[in-house]
């Protein structure tokens, strides 16, 4: 069964950075794109970042320029380093695995950042 688990949420000052990591067990890591998302309370769930299986990457444009995503499929690992955090990205990082629209999706818990002073 796939897992996918978040950590490395934390509160920080506006300006500030922080690196997310997500830990995928569980199947062939490399075949999957992998997305990380958020919710901010009383929004919906947006994505932030993706990156695929092929290395293509995208960026919610709120994000480009600040936040870098990258996977290690040597490690099963992907990261979101965030650089120059404002109060608008406090939110539930959510990290999601997945392999194609016929296919199940795997979301973790999430992972809580709150930016502020």
């Known amino acids: 069964q796939v897992q996918v688990v978040e950590s490395g949420g934390g509160l920080v000052q506006p300006g500030g950075s922080l690196r997310l990591s997500c830990a995928f067990s569980g199947s062939i890591f490399s075949i999957y794109a992998m997305d990380w998302y958020r919710q901010a309370p009383g929004k919906q769930r947006e994505l932030v970042a993706r990156i695929t299986s092929g290395f293509t990457i995208t960026y919610a444009e709120s994000v480009k320029g600040r936040f870098t995503i990258s996977r290690d499929n040597a490690e099963n690992m992907v990261y979101l380093q965030m650089h120059s955090l404002k109060p608008d990205d406090t939110a539930v990082y959510y990290c999601?695995?997945?392999?194609?629209?016929?296919?199940?999706?795997?979301w973790g818990q999430g992972t809580q950042v709150t930016v502020s002073s």
């Open positions: 999601r695995a997945w392999e194609s629209d016929y296919d199940p999706e795997y």
